[in-house]
């Protein structure tokens, strides 16, 4: 059942990993690059091989893989552990904010409409039927006696001597001209006068080539939107049409185009009698920018998730770089004065420096160790207590590392107890090791002391192998009108503590939550996460630990060494 429920676990916080991750690849790659770009492949390739150096730099140690394999992964894989966790938080603060620069976002003009066509219902919808598929034939002749026009008039226009033109953006012209056949013009109407209607540029024009008016040296423009289809020009009449409608001017002549020569659209857009017209110049393409303002928009969630997701990223790496500088140059000394009420006059002023949770390993090694040994030593202390994960690998890979506890100075001599983690290494070969480094393991067993008892327990993981922690042996048959200072890695076995009269209990284990904020998460499997606190007559001192484990980050936790100075009520 017990396996049920932890491969439960397992899948729930693999699940959850993967959302975050995609989640931020989404926010942080999609969102911010270009699709098919270099950034948009870099940060793709990073989303999958993070998390993936992460699962190696856990799982490295206990597979049994080299110990130079466990360095090169253990680095870059628990550094974004520790980015992941403040990248998520940022990035869930930034949400809203996000939302709201989009929200307030300007919004975009509205397209210019072109003016409509002044043309009748009938000649719209006559229009756009008159050129799609239209069969080769004659083009249909005009009534008799309406004398000779270039093109049909629009309703309501008055016949005169230049015809009215179109306004840009009809609707007619465009529909008329896609997919008709070559053939004759369509006729105009007899009796317009000499007038042809000349329509102004950029009305759809695709390919329509003007007939010149027959056997007159007039010339008449090119109706726009018609494909393949001349426009009718006006037999025998020395007039010409007017390009602007009502304006009376000369429209521009190029020559030698086609079979005539074509006027030029008021605009200055030319206008082709070489069967081919020019259409508007296309908007130009910007990065997921259109004419109509929707591209403005999106150019505008790129800027806005550019910064946020900037302001995210540089929040979390200034968080974890703080806090990597933290653990890494060494711990802290904290002073405590414990009050205890059987301590003798003499014993007043004596102190106890505690050191928990170095967590030598693949990225803690001799140099930290170094910082610690010489930082405890400055302090004078009259006793050593190290009080449990010291290590986190076997002595083969860390006895070098382990070293420099030979350098350890006290005048009543290191004491270590065993954590988790020596249980997770091989508590045995550590116990023999740091013997020989100069240490006494207290293995649930008590030293008396000149003025009070010292105490050590193993660790609650031991009774796993068959060896945890044994109060009866270590406090069961000592005098209990001497103060007793217990050695204990883990703060959860101080009820015990208090049935067996304890007046200290020294501990680890919490890190203090390590990582803000883990102090939370802690405060539920700890009845103290850091500091000292009293249960009945039994105090107990939690430290927050001299290293770290995972990633070697420390936020809202500092790491240190923390000098217990007692203090005797007589004095």
Do not use: C
């Not at 007939?211 to 010339?219: L, R």
């Amino acid at each position: 059942m017990t396996v049920v429920i932890f491969a439960v676990v397992a899948l729930a916080v693999l699940g959850l990993l993967v959302l975050v991750h995609r989640w931020l690849w989404i926010r942080l790659v999609r969102d911010t690059t270009r699709p098919g770009g270099a950034w948009r492949r870099a940060g793709t390739v990073l989303a999958f091989a993070l998390p993936a150096l992460a699962v190696a730099a856990l799982t490295a140690g206990r597979a049994g893989a080299p110990f130079w394999l466990q360095r090169a992964v253990s680095w870059p894989g628990f550094m974004w552990l520790a980015v992941l966790l403040y990248l998520t938080l940022a990035m869930l603060v930034a949400e809203p904010v996000r939302a709201l620069l989009l929200r307030r976002s300007p919004r975009q003009p509205p397209e210019p409409t072109l003016p409509a066509a002044p043309a009748s219902a009938a000649a719209a919808e006559a229009a756009p039927a008159a050129s799609r598929g239209a069969a080769p034939g004659p083009a249909p002749q005009s009534p008799a006696g309406l004398g000779s026009a270039a093109a049909a008039v629009p309703a309501g226009a008055e016949l005169g001597g230049a015809a009215p033109a179109v306004p840009a953006g009809a609707e007619a012209a465009p529909a008329a001209s896609r997919g008709a056949a070559p053939g004759p013009a369509p006729q105009s109407p007899a009796g317009l006068g000499s007038a042809a209607a000349a329509v102004p540029a950029g009305a759809g024009l695709d390919g329509a080539a003007s007939a010149a008016s027959a056997g007159s040296g007039a010339t008449a423009p090119a109706v726009p939107g018609f494909d393949g289809a001349a426009s009718a020009g006006l037999p025998g009449l020395g007039a010409r049409s007017d390009a602007v409608a009502g304006a009376g001017a000369e429209p521009q002549v190029r020559e030698g185009a086609g079979r005539g020569t074509a006027p030029q659209a008021p605009t200055g857009t030319p206008v082709g009698g070489d069967a081919e017209a020019a259409a508007p110049a296309p908007a130009p393409a910007h990065d997921s920018a259109v004419a109509t303002g929707a591209g403005d928009g999106m150019s505008r969630r790129r800027f806005v998730a550019r910064v946020v997701g900037g302001a995210a990223v540089a929040a979390a790496a200034g968080t974890v770089g703080y806090g990597t500088y933290g653990v890494l140059r060494g711990p802290r000394v904290k002073r405590v004065t414990v009050p205890l009420a059987k301590l003798p006059r003499a014993a007043h002023g004596f102190r106890i420096a505690v050191v928990s949770d170095v967590h030598l390993g693949p990225i803690l090694g001799r140099a930290h160790t170094a910082r610690i040994v010489d930082t405890v030593n400055r302090t004078q202390p009259d006793l050593i207590a190290i009080v449990g994960d010291l290590v986190d690998g076997n002595v083969h890979d860390l006895g070098p590392a382990a070293e420099p506890l030979r350098g350890l100075r006290a005048r009543h001599g290191s004491y270590f107890v065993t954590g988790n983690h020596e249980y997770f290494s091989g508590a045995q070969q550590w116990i023999d090791h740091v013997r020989e480094l100069g240490l006494t393991p207290l293995e649930n067993a008590r030293r008396p002391l000149p003025l009070f008892d010292l105490a050590g327990v193993n660790d609650v993981q031991g009774e796993s192998e068959g060896h945890g922690p044994d109060f009866e042996a270590a406090l069961g048959d000592r005098d209990r009108s001497r103060a007793a200072v217990l050695l204990a890695h883990q703060p959860i076995v101080i009820h015990d503590a208090v049935r067996h009269g304890v007046d200290l209990q020294l501990s680890g284990h919490t890190h203090g939550g390590q990582l803000w904020p883990g102090n939370y998460l802690a405060e539920l499997a700890n009845p103290t996460v850091a500091g000292l606190e009293r249960y009945g007559d039994t105090q107990l001192y939690v430290s927050r630990g001299a290293g770290a484990w995972g990633p070697p980050v420390r936020v809202g936790a500092p790491s240190d060494i923390t000098v217990v100075e007692l203090a005797s009520y007589q004095a």
